[in-house]
């Protein structure tokens, strides 16, 4: 029998990146822990030592919950279940030949690559202005910090993100006393893609809470202490936080990747990219063929991870892939500030302290499967 040298044996291993710490990604880590791929020799590529839980970003925001509720620590996570942590940020993949490019020059050889890095926010256009994303999510803490001790913090969209940290910014400084109001400016009504009366009914509980909203305006100008709406209306800030609606990474459409009309790629049932069968994807970075208009929102992400996982290692040993099917109605927990939260699931709406019980529940437990 022929017996293999060191070096050939490396050789026989393949190599999978797995690029981003979203919430698919920490799951597909933790699956590895408990059941690691034969064979393949992983890596995760992600610009931050820490992911963060945008679930628990409104209760951050508003003092319950301390940063390492909030986060998690990647090293750790990759280190116990034997994957590579490099700290890089992703530019370009050249799928052809099958190599990722980072910020900063390192180029990663690869057999497989997916991809979990979330979505951005900020337009370029407001890029060199005082407007600011939480988007890398490891850029939130510090953003809030800034500006929940300013008088008139300023939310820039008016969905579920929007809304949510708008009234936990408000809870804050009520809480603490800081005079001022927060401001919500959206260029749909608040909870625009909901029916009239769910809308109309978060819009009531923010206005009770006493902050100012401009709705069906967009942001046109951003100045140093005032923006302009498309309405001509100049409003007064003291910050600007954007929060309106995931747009791509570009690193997709320039390394000439099938993406939709937003720049996000497009992907099969398999979670494999549309156009090639060694590039996978989750989250909010993915547009699926299946279903382009699926919400970008983490509970998709956390849903797809397992099939992830799944496929991966089947893609390895050459088996028949699985296919994900989002559920078609999702359960949502705004929290509004004052342990209550507005549950929506399909058409129903309940405003309660048990709303809020729950999502803590929900999160915590969250949390806790990787800590
Ligand atoms: C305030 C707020 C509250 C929200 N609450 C909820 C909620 O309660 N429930 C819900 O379902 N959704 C919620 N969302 C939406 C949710 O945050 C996103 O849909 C979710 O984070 C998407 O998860 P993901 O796995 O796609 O990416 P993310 O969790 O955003 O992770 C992306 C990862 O990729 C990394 N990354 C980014 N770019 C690169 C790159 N070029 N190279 C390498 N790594 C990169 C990032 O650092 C990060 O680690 C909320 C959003 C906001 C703003």
Redesign the pocket.
């Not at 820490?50 to 679930?55: A, D, E, R």
């Not at 939480?134 to 490891?138: A, F, Q, T, Y």
């Given at each position: 029998m022929r017996t293999f040298t060191d070096k050939e044996v490396f050789d026989l291993s393949k190599r999978l990146l797995l690029?981003?710490?979203?919430?698919?990604?920490i799951e597909v880590v933790r699956s590895m822990k408990e059941q690691p791929i034969d064979d393949v020799e992983v890596c995760l590529?992600?610009?931050?030592e820490?992911?963060?839980?945008?679930?628990m970003?409104?209760g951050y925001t508003e003092g319950i919950y301390s940063l390492e509720d909030i986060r998690l620590d990647?090293r750790k996570l990759t280190q116990d279940a034997g994957v590579h942590f490099i700290r890089?940020?992703?530019?370009r993949v050249y799928p052809n030949f099958k190599k990722l490019f980072?910020?900063g020059g390192a180029v990663y050889p690869f057999d497989m690559i997916s991809f979990?890095?979330?979505?951005?926010?900020l337009p370029d256009p407001f890029m060199h202005t005082v407007a600011r994303s939480?988007?890398?999510?490891?850029q939130?803490a510090e953003r809030v910090d800034e500006l929940r001790r300013t008088s008139h913090p300023l939310i820039v969209g008016g969905g579920?993100?929007?809304c949510?940290?708008a009234l936990s910014l408000q809870a804050y400084k009520n809480k603490e006393q800081i005079s001022g109001d927060v401001r919500l400016v959206s260029s749909s009504n608040i909870l625009g893609s909901r029916t009239k009366r769910i809308s109309k009914k978060l819009k009531s509980i923010m206005q009770a809470k006493g902050i100012q909203l401009w709705e069906q305006e967009r942001v046109e100008e951003v100045y140093d202490d005032y923006i302009v709406t498309s309405a001509n209306n100049k409003i007064r800030h003291t910050g600007v936080l954007w929060?309106g609606g995931?747009l791509a990474?570009p690193?997709f459409e320039t390394s000439g990747i099938k993406v939709d009309e937003r720049g996000f790629p497009l992907g099969r049932t398999t979670l494999q990219f549309a156009d090639y069968e060694f590039m996978f994807g989750?989250?909010?970075?993915v547009t699926l063929l299946t279903d382009p208009n699926l919400?970008?929102?983490?509970?998709?992400?956390?849903k797809q991870a397992p099939i992830l996982y799944e496929n991966l290692r089947r893609f390895t040993a050459s088996e028949e892939l699985l296919a994900y099917e989002p559920q078609k109605v999702?359960l949502?927990?705004?929290s509004t500030g004052m342990k209550k939260a507005l549950l929506l699931y399909g058409p129903v709406a309940a405003y309660s302290k048990r709303a809020w019980q729950l999502?803590n529940k929900i999160?915590r437990e969250f949390m806790d499967k990787y800590k």
């Open positions: 690029v981003g710490a979203g919430h698919a990604h590529i992600s610009p931050s820490y992911f963060y839980y945008s679930g970003f409104s990647i890089k940020r992703a530019s980072c910020q979990d890095i979330g979505s951005k926010h939480i988007k890398p999510n490891e939130f579920a993100g929007g949510e940290l929060l995931p990474d690193l989750a989250g909010d970075c919400d970008k929102s983490g509970v998709h992400a956390v999702a949502y927990l705004i999502k999160d």
